[in-house]
């Protein structure tokens, strides 16, 4: 069963701050990486993807890949209060058309 | 157009009534998707269409039948649901090879009596 881990939080942080989002997935030969963000009552928000190991930035978000220890993580810099909502780590096994395994998402709080 | 919409937003039926949930997308898009998500839980898939194929079904039951008529358009088709069965149902679409990400609809509230 291929299987993809968060901290189900909440995690809470101040305004202005780092936010810190991990994510680890079970199957070493994972192809893609997504990251996801859903406030409460809408739709899954795409954030960033990621398919080479390192760093990937977009604006106030940074997406980090290490492929051998199979773990993604996601930086919220200078954290604003509407970045609060759940965050889904998302992983594509296969590279193709095959669909999205969630984690169980991470409720992030900013507080003012 | 970089949308995928779908119709209704909120639906409440009967455990005997059969409904259609509808989903459209003009991306260009030759793969889509439904998943299902229950409240506080993250979304799980249920089918893939690739190519107007269907390609994958995660054991989904048959009262739910899935339907792509070209490759604009998906359908779910709903027939003798359980209330167990109401949740937020999700459309989403992505290029088949590599995407680079997958476009999900707002959604249908789907609450079965």
């Known amino acids: 069963q291929k299987e993809v881990e968060q901290n189900s939080g909440p995690l809470s942080v101040p305004e202005g701050a780092i936010a810190s989002l991990n994510c680890t997935y079970s199957?070493?030969?994972?192809?893609?990486f997504f990251w996801y963000r859903q406030y409460s009552g809408k739709s899954p928000e795409l954030i960033m993807f990621?398919?080479s190991n390192g760093d990937k930035e977009d604006g106030r978000f940074t997406a980090q890949l290490n492929k051998a220890s199979q773990y993604v993580s996601l930086l919220i810099r200078d954290s604003q209060p509407s970045d609060s909502a759940t965050y889904l780590c998302?992983?594509?096994w296969g590279g193709g058309a095959d669909g999205l395994t969630f984690g169980k998402g991470t409720h992030l709080i900013i507080q003012p | 157009d970089t949308e995928v919409t779908q119709t209704p937003k909120h639906l409440v039926m009967g455990m005997t009534n059969k409904k259609s949930l509808k989903c459209e997308q003009h991306?260009?898009?030759?793969?889509m998707y439904w998943y299902k998500q229950k409240a506080k839980k993250p979304p799980e898939l249920m089918f893939v269409?690739?190519?107007?194929?269907?390609?994958i079904n995660e054991s989904v039951p048959s009262r739910f039948s899935p339907e792509c008529p070209n490759s604009s358009l998906l359908n779910l088709h709903l027939h003798a649901l359980q209330p167990e069965d109401s949740a937020l149902y999700l459309c989403?679409?992505?290029?088949?090879?590599?995407?680079?990400?997958?476009?999900f609809g707002s959604g249908t509230r789907l609450t079965v009596v």
């Open positions: 998302a992983v594509n």
């Open positions: 990621i398919y």
């Open positions: 199957d070493r030969g994972s192809q893609s």
């Open positions: 269409y690739s190519y107007e194929k269907l390609s």
């Open positions: 991306m260009g898009h030759r793969a």
């Open positions: 989403a679409s992505s290029q088949v090879l590599r995407p680079p990400g997958y476009t």
